[in-house]
């Protein structure tokens, strides 16, 4: 008589002693799901610098390096006209170009007019530095104190930092009024005219008594940091709320 068949199904995977399945033969996923490493951004202290906080202090502290380099333009030259003897009576433009256009007495008037011009735009082009570097400092300062977690350790820290980020937003206006209002008083005195006509009796444009695209630059980057320290102050009190809800219903630690 013919043994009848088995209904059991076979086995499957690996068996160990006793026909138990041995240790971490279960279901294995295809090589390509395994989790990919940590980013540079995904450790503890670095994923501050995802949040919205991070990014507005980012755009300050650009805005201040863009403002500390436009103010520069005005600090770092005398502009306009420099005499070199020793090449036989060439001169030459600071901005490039050899010339021949003034001789003599010229000459020499053009580069006294130069420095007085360049002595007048010396304190404004050096307090737009100034204010340029402080706000490059104070915005990587605060990217650093996020860093750290300081905020969700003493929350009371976001609100001195929305204060900070308000008094920097009201202190840039009369600072901008300040900026412009120096430099066009720079440009109307008689220093600024009369080199400007000594320049277009040789034929040279550049050296109208009028902005130039540096100090509109530095202008317009600090009216734009106005409103990214507002923007920042809001997010301040934001964060604020949070690490209080945080702090009485701790569900998830939520980065700032």
């Given at each position: 008589m013919a043994e009848p068949s088995s209904s059991r199904a076979p086995r499957t995977g690996?068996?160990?002693?006793?026909?138990?399945?041995?240790?971490?033969?279960?279901?294995?996923?295809?090589?390509?799901?395994?989790?990919?490493?940590?980013?540079l951004l995904e450790c503890g202290r670095c994923r501050y610098l995802r949040t919205a906080r991070a990014c507005g202090?980012?755009?300050?502290?650009?805005?201040?390096?863009?403002?500390?380099?436009?103010?520069?333009?005005?600090?770092?030259?005398?502009?306009?006209?420099?005499?070199?003897?020793?090449?036989g009576g060439i001169y030459y433009y600071h901005y490039g170009g050899a010339y021949s256009g003034f001789s003599g007495a010229d000459g020499d008037k053009a580069q006294q007019l130069d420095q007085r011009f360049y002595l007048l735009k010396l304190p404004i082009a050096r307090a737009a530095m100034a204010v340029g570097g402080s706000l490059l400092v104070f915005s990587c300062v605060l990217i650093l104190v996020g860093v750290l977690r300081l905020p969700w350790r003493f929350p009371a820290w976001l609100l001195l930092e929305c204060v900070l980020d308000v008094a920097v937003a009201i202190g840039m206006v009369p600072a901008l009024y300040y900026f412009f209002h120096f430099l066009l008083g720079v440009y109307n005195s008689p220093v600024c005219k009369e080199r400007e006509q000594l320049y277009q009796s040789k034929g040279y444009q550049g050296f109208r008594c009028s902005l130039h695209a540096a100090e509109i630059a530095?202008?317009?980057?600090?009216?734009?940091?106005?409103?990214?320290?507002?923007?920042?102050?809001?997010?301040?009190v934001?964060?604020?709320?949070t690490v209080r809800k945080l702090k009485q219903k701790p569900v998830e630690l939520y980065e700032l």
């Open positions: 690996r068996s160990g002693a006793g026909g138990r399945a041995a240790p971490g033969a279960g279901r294995r996923g295809p090589p390509g799901r395994r989790a990919a490493a940590p980013g202090q980012v755009v300050e502290a650009v805005l201040a390096l863009l403002i500390l380099v436009c103010s520069s333009v005005s600090y770092g030259s005398t502009g306009g006209y420099t005499g070199l003897p020793g090449l530095a202008g317009l980057w600090g009216c734009i940091a106005v409103l990214a320290y507002l923007l920042s102050a809001g997010l301040a934001r964060g604020y709320r």
